[in-house]
Nanobody, 120 residues
Framework: QVTLVESGGGLVQPGGSLRLSCAAS????????MDWHRQAPGKQRELVAR???????NYADSVKGRFTISRDNTKNTVYLQMNSLKPEDTAVYYC??????????????WGQGTQVIVSS
């Protein structure tokens, strides 16, 4: 079993910054991609950013130049630095990881979500 726990959400004014963290734990042998997704009220969940094990990244067009995803493989942790936040960034943010357990089985795990509210 692999568990992901997010932290760092909250209320911030437009133009402000937040840093989200997500730590994976459990029977992990290897983590491949680590993602951040978000879901705003009444909308579908969308991919915000992805980082591969080798630190290759890609971003949704709506966050390019404002958000930065990074990871620490020694801590099985992924981060999302969010700058120049806009009201439309308001959503529940979820991290996701895929990889292999110590028993050789593939896994895909999601965190429980952390709320980000951008409002004055």
């Amino acid at each position: 079993q692999v568990t992901l726990v997010e932290s760092g959400g909250g209320l911030v004014q437009p133009g402000g910054s937040l840093r989200l963290s997500c730590a994976a734990s459990g029977s992990i042998a290897r983590i491949n991609d680590m993602d951040w997704h978000r879901q705003a009220p009444g909308k579908q969940r969308e991919l915000v950013a992805r980082v591969s094990r080798g630190a290759n990244t890609n971003y949704a067009d709506s966050v390019k130049g404002r958000f930065t995803i990074s990871r620490d493989n020694t801590k099985n942790t992924v981060y999302l630095q969010m700058n120049s936040l806009k009201p439309e960034d308001t959503a529940v943010y979820y991290c996701k990881a895929d990889g292999t357990t110590i028993w050789g089985r593939s896994f895909v795990s999601w965190g429980q979500g952390t709320q980000v509210i951008v409002s004055s």
